[in-house]
């Protein structure tokens, strides 16, 4: 069994910060879970245009509000507490925090190495291509 708090994750080299993000990344690829889980934080008034071509993210709000709108079509869902919203068409999406840092728990399959950050395209590098540079 794996256990683990957030106060042993934050400050160490599972907590990784974006230029409007922080993501304290409780499970990575390296636990072998098949999935990798994080608490992540938006600050509130941003914007970011992600597109994760090599992923699936599921996050789940916890706190705060915002919006996400799919790009291809332009809808707009609100998020808030209970709100789920799930990229299984590794959807291009624009994320919105509106009120409030936006806290979201995170899924993502394949799992993250731990380091990945934004490339210009919004997405993150698929871990064959961090592992052939490791
Ligand atoms: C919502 C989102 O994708 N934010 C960027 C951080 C990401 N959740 C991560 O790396 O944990």
């Given at each position: 069994m794996i256990v683990r708090t957030l106060e042993e994750i934050q400050g160490s080299e599972r907590d990784v910060r974006g230029d409007v993000w922080r993501s304290r990344r409780m499970l990575?690829?390296?636990?072998?879970?098949?999935?990798?889980?994080?608490?992540?934080?938006?600050?509130?008034?941003?914007?970011?245009?992600?597109?994760?071509?090599?992923?699936?993210?599921?996050?789940?709000?916890i706190a705060g509000e915002g919006e996400v709108v799919v790009v291809?079509?332009?809808?707009?869902?609100?998020?808030?507490?209970g709100t789920l919203y799930a990229l299984d068409k590794n959807d291009r999406?624009?994320?919105?925090?509106?009120?409030?840092?936006?806290?979201?728990?995170?899924v993502f399959y394949p799992p993250l190495t731990g380091t990945e950050v934004h490339r210009p395209d919004g997405s993150y590098a698929p871990a064959e291509e961090l592992d052939t540079k490791a």
């Open positions: 990575l690829r390296s636990d072998g879970m098949g999935f990798s889980l994080h608490d992540t934080v938006i600050t509130e008034g941003t914007e970011q245009t992600l597109e994760y071509k090599h992923h699936f993210e599921a996050n789940y709000c291809a079509t332009g809808k707009t869902y609100p998020i808030k507490p999406h624009i994320l919105r925090a509106t009120k409030g840092d936006l806290r979201l728990v995170c």
